[in-house]
């Protein structure tokens, strides 16, 4: 976790910057020219649908659901400041409340389609969330009013605010939860539902402001639409086993290479023997293992599956023999690594279980080699593609040598 931690920094800093800017416009832009006012205003809604309809057309509906909350969460917003009494700040408390507890929610649940049994009880569950806030708001019990005005805490600070204290409290486990979710599994669409999370509850801190809220509800539907595309680009461009770039990001890199580069081949070896022994499971597993090695190759090399149990590195503006030292010491790393595999057929009961771990003991260890050939470009090779073919034929050496090897 700790070494992915510059990596989630700097995914992290777009958001920062999204939450960071509504506040500063709103403290220095002097005044929204009157032919722009009405758009601002309605910005959220029109940034709500655009997000549902690329979320819809990427079949994210996760997303969906929320960009939909969103947007009306800020109708019911809008709605709210129009109403002087209690029963604006209960509406747009509620609103607020339901839309963030909505993302935590479904950073939870898994991906099941828009148009499924499931994606309409999510658009079910959004609209019951609407009937309620309705209900409540309608009723305009002083109970609701009171409990909203409730002062826990004496701090001068939090009470310049508008949001609620109690609402805060209910904010605040939710929020816990989605950190607790980010850290677990970091990923596009996670940090997307936590950095719009923030958004909405700034939203909340100064409704008296002008556009205050209309902006940082544009910042959270920007948010959710940055993240959708992250994820999708992720999918395109990342292999989903390995966590390495895939093939596609590749072929996007070899276009960008200048006169001087090298490129490596690697393939484990005798992995189908070793997939027929072990199987397909523990198989994926060293391709994990030997892709983690690969992905922390020095020299200023980028590590790609090519597809299989196959792999390749890039070294834009190194030659062969720059590289080499960089290759073996990958090589070496994987050759001297022990996975430890538990065993999977675990006993129910305990006692049967102690018994046969007394018997056998409970983890197998493997170990693989991978081989390597590598070429440069060269007045023979001139074009990627050359290259690549030249690795590959290099690779064929070393394997017909005795493989756990480089060749050239
Ligand atoms: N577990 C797993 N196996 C894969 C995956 N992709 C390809 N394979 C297996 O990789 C094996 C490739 O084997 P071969 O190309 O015949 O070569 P090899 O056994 O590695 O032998 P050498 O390359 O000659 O050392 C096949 O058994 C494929 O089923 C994958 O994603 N997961």
């Not at 792999?311 to 720059?322: A, D, G, S, V």
């Amino acid at each position: 976790m700790l070494r992915a931690l510059p990596g989630q920094l700097a995914a992290a800093l777009p958001y920062a910057l999204l939450l960071a800017l509504p506040a500063w416009l709103v403290n220095h832009v002097a005044r929204i020219p009157a032919g722009l006012q009405l758009f601002v205003d309605n910005l959220p809604l029109l940034l709500s649908g655009i997000c549902v309809l690329l979320a819809f057309g990427f079949h994210r509906g996760r997303t969906l659901v929320v960009a939909l909350a969103a947007g009306l969460a800020y109708w019911g917003m809008s709605l709210a400041e129009a109403v002087s009494d209690n029963r604006g700040v209960l509406l747009f408390s509620l609103a607020q409340l339901a839309l963030c507890l909505n993302l935590t929610l479904f950073a939870f649940v898994r991906e099941r389609g828009m148009l499924s049994k499931f994606g309409l009880t999510r658009l079910g569950f959004i609209a019951l969330q609407v009937a309620v806030i309705a209900g409540l708001v309608a009723l305009d019990s002083s109970l609701l009013a009171a409990v909203l005005e409730l002062q826990l805490v004496d701090i001068v600070w939090l009470e310049r605010l508008y949001i609620p204290q109690v609402i805060l409290l209910l904010l605040l486990p939710a929020l816990v939860i989605l950190i607790v979710r980010n850290l677990l599994q970091p990923g596009a669409t996670h940090a997307a539902f936590l950095a719009a999370f923030l958004a909405v509850v700034f939203a909340a801190f100064r409704p008296d402001l002008p556009y205050w809220d209309s902006f940082y509800m544009s910042a959270a539907l920007v948010i959710l639409t940055f993240g959708l595309l992250q994820d999708s680009y992720r999918m395109a461009f990342r292999d989903e086993l390995t966590g390495l770039p895939a093939r596609r990001a590749m072929q996007h890199k070899l276009n960008t290479l200048g006169n001087e580069y090298a490129i490596a081949m690697l393939d484990v070896d005798h992995f189908k023997k070793f997939n027929d022994t072990h199987g397909h499971e523990v198989g994926d597993q060293v391709l994990k293992m030997v892709a983690s090695h690969l992905g922390a190759v020095t020299g200023g090399g980028t590590a790609y599956r090519y597809g299989g149990e196959e792999f390749t590195i890039i070294f834009p503006r190194r030659n062969i023999k720059q590289c080499i030292p960089h290759l073996s010491k990958v090589r070496e790393n994987i050759e001297n690594y022990t996975l430890v595999l538990r065993r999977r057929e675990r006993p129910r009961k305990a006692e049967k279980g102690r018994r046969q771990r007394g018997r056998n003991p409970p983890t197998k260890r493997v170990s693989v080699t991978i081989s390597i050939g590598v070429a440069e470009r060269n007045q023979k090779w001139t074009t990627p593609r050359d290259v690549m073919e030249a690795a590959d034929k290099a690779l064929y050496r070393a394997k017909e040598k005795g493989r756990n090897q480089i060749s050239r």
